[in-house]
């Protein structure tokens, strides 16, 4: 069955370190997207593709970043991590813009 | 600005008793709803979609409804298996996907 897949699952650092969180899909979908969880905001999108070589900016992207070199991966890196980029990240994907995302089981992730 | 609110913000219901969680939003011919059941340590999973006003959807124990302001998701005798946190999102006109989500309710099942 496709799934989409996250790891690691759990992730302790510290402030000032680079993080990648990885993030694949064998859906073959062509949108991926990048959203934290936080309580008392939901979720919100910090980066999202299109398609290969495509990225572009969320509602929260500033010390993220993103690169897609292939259809199944999306991975997210935190430059420099800061104790306010504690928090759980859910990788997404989608066929279509106009479709469902499906999400994968999530990264905690605490910066120290 | 594009808003999509839930209510209640949490519910507690006892096994078999009926309700509805409400998603009301701003936002102008949205390109679809989107409904998941988030349980705790996990991702969103999806459950309906639905598109234009008057639409619904069925799943076991559950029916999504549609209007031009809101959605609602019914919940018919529920277990206590439907705990969970049940969370809206619109897909706003521009179709680029970038959904907008609700806060969510969460909802207590006791046996």
């Known amino acids: 069955d496709a799934e989409i897949t996250q790891s690691p699952r759990h992730k302790i650092t510290e402030t000032g370190r680079q993080v990648t969180l990885a993030c694949h899909q064998t859906?073959?979908?062509?949108?991926m997207f990048w959203y934290r969880q936080d309580l008392g905001h939901g979720l919100r999108l910090i980066h999202y593709?299109?398609?290969?070589?495509?990225?572009n900016k969320g509602e929260v992207s500033d010390g993220y970043s993103v690169s897609r070199s292939n259809t199944e991966d999306l991975p997210l890196t935190l430059e420099s991590a800061a104790s306010s980029q504690t928090s759980v990240y859910f990788c997404?994907?989608?066929?279509?813009?106009?479709?469902?995302?499906?999400f994968g089981p999530g990264t905690r992730l605490t910066v120290l | 600005e594009d808003q999509v609110t839930q209510s209640p913000e949490a519910l507690r219901l006892q096994e078999g008793e009926s309700s509805s969680l409400n998603c009301s939003y701003t936002v102008s011919g949205l390109r679809g709803l989107f409904w998941y059941r988030q349980d705790p340590g996990k991702g969103p999973e999806f459950l309906f979609t639905l598109y234009s006003a008057g639409e619904e959807k069925e799943k076991e124990r559950l029916k999504a409804t549609l209007t031009k302001k809101e959605s609602f998701l019914h919940i018919t005798a529920p277990k206590p298996e439907d705990s969970a946190t049940y969370l809206c999102a619109v897909n706003p006109p521009s179709n680029t996907g970038k959904l907008i989500f609700g806060q969510g309710t969460t909802l207590q099942v006791k046996p």
């Open positions: 593709s299109y398609g290969v070589h495509d990225t």
């Open positions: 859906w073959n979908h062509n949108n």
């Open positions: 997404a994907s989608s066929r279509d813009s106009a479709d469902e995302q499906f």
